[in-house]
């Protein structure tokens, strides 16, 4: 059974930075691609970034691009995000996912999600 884990959101300063983790079990991690979502009250669950299997060709929201980095650690099974120049609009819960799918990946090409994370971003 697939089980990620997400940690390190929290309340932060706009301008701040914070950095996630997801934990992933269960899975041959190397054949997935990793994916950082993110959903605001009352909005749509967005693509933050993905990376896949093996963390070449990385993909940004344009919301995010210059300040959010996300990378992988396939010995020990992770994925990070680090969020740096934190605006309020960034607040929001943030989810962690996995796809088998190689190439261009949509939200619904992930079928292993997180419990996600909240991250706050007060002005």
């Known amino acids: 059974q697939v089980q990620l884990v997400e940690s390190g959101g929290g309340l932060v300063q706009a301008g701040g930075s914070l950095r996630l983790s997801c934990a992933a079990s269960?899975?041959?991690?190397?054949?997935?691609?990793m994916g950082w979502f993110r959903q605001a009250p009352g909005k749509e669950r967005e693509l933050v970034a993905d990376i896949p299997k093996l963390g070449v060709t990385k993909n940004y929201a344009d919301s995010v691009k210059g300040r959010f980095t996300i990378s992988r650690d396939n010995a020990k099974n992770m994925v990070y995000l680090q969020m740096n120049s934190l605006k309020p609009e960034d607040t929001a819960v943030y989810y962690c996912?996995?796809?088998?799918?190689?190439?261009?990946?949509?939200?619904?090409?992930?079928?292993?999600w997180g419990q996600g994370t909240q991250v706050t971003v007060s002005s």
């Open positions: 996912a996995a796809s088998l799918k190689l190439g261009r990946r949509s939200l619904y090409d992930y079928d292993s």
């Open positions: 269960g899975l041959t991690f190397n054949n997935y691609a």
